[in-house]
DNA sequence: ATATTACACTTGCAAAACGCAAGCGAATAT
DNA sequence: ATATTCGCTTGCGTTTTGCAAGTGTAATAT
């Protein structure tokens, strides 16, 4: 596991977690797609390889980002969830969508998410995490 | 340099084009820092190599992010500088800020960067795109 | 009870990206 | 004329990635 910072920047250390190809895609599966395990993000458009995938989840588990549960339907399945630092992470994702919005051609299926976060920018991100945030499950 | 996108969703696009270690210390510096030289981004503390500072440049570039232009002091030096796609970032470094501040240690120098945020975010982040755009040259 | 499948990884290996040091050409300074 | 600054480029060893195949445990089917 990568430990040492390559600055005490704020934008340097975000980046050192999660500043890559693949992390903000797995975040991205475990707030908006209620997709949260292992198998469900191998399922995910960009096709993340096996081993990248397992060494992200690590690193995300290790910084704090999110949680193992086992599965409430099953011991074979792991439930990862977002930590209440990786719910804090929706504001940066909606800012990103905004940004892409502006700049790039969004997918039919994204235009009524953004949609509602132009209405209200603020109501939509505090609503956001409050959701999420109930959905926590602690570990026993 | 890589053209094909993974997916079309908005956050992987956006991470296509500057999810990595280097890329978003680039436009920091170039927001925050007012360094806007290949000179100044190797003196920036992360210590970038030459080579990848070169390519992650090509890259902004060939992605609208970034301009060169020849610097007003000398024909030696080449004067980097944000486009509006860029200065659209401000934002989301906004929100990183905001993120890493709540779930790390923050500089000094950035305490008072951050209270100035958190005042009025809105505000903030609307006159700092107002003063970088003010700023922005037009290629001759 | 046994076999098969599902699930979450691990492993091996080739290819690509990275990091470091050195070099190079044009522009400026001396 | 010579040296230095500046913005890269090149070579090369190391690390990370991507792909395919395999492994172990738990659930399910027979």
Redesign the interface.
Same mark, same amino acid.
């Given at each position: 596991m990568d430990t040492k910072r390559? &600055?005490?920047?704020?934008?340097?250390? &975000?980046? @050192?977690i999660w $500043? @890559? *190809?693949w992390s %903000? %895609?797995i975040i991205?599966d475990l707030m908006f797609a209620m997709q949260c395990t292992y198998g469900d993000f191998l399922k &995910?458009? +960009? *096709?993340i390889a096996t081993n990248i995938l397992a060494n992200r989840l690590q690193m995300l588990e290790a910084n $704090?980002i999110i949680t193992k549960l086992t599965h409430p339907e099953s011991k074979a399945k792991v439930l990862y969830q977002l930590t209440e630092?990786g719910i804090? /992470?929706l =504001?940066?994702?909606v +800012?990103?969508? /905004?940004?892409?919005?502006?700049? &790039?051609?969004? =997918?039919p299926g994204?235009k009524e998410f953004l949609k509602e976060v132009k209405k209200d920018k603020e109501a939509f991100i505090k609503s956001g995490i409050k959701e999420l945030k109930k959905k926590l499950v602690k570990e026993a």
């Open positions: 390559r &600055s005490d920047c704020p934008i340097s250390c &975000s980046l @050192d $500043g @890559d *190809k %903000l %895609l991205r &995910s458009e +960009e *096709k $704090g630092k804090d /992470l =504001p940066l994702m +800012e990103i969508h /905004l940004w892409a919005d502006k700049y &790039s051609v969004i =997918p994204r």
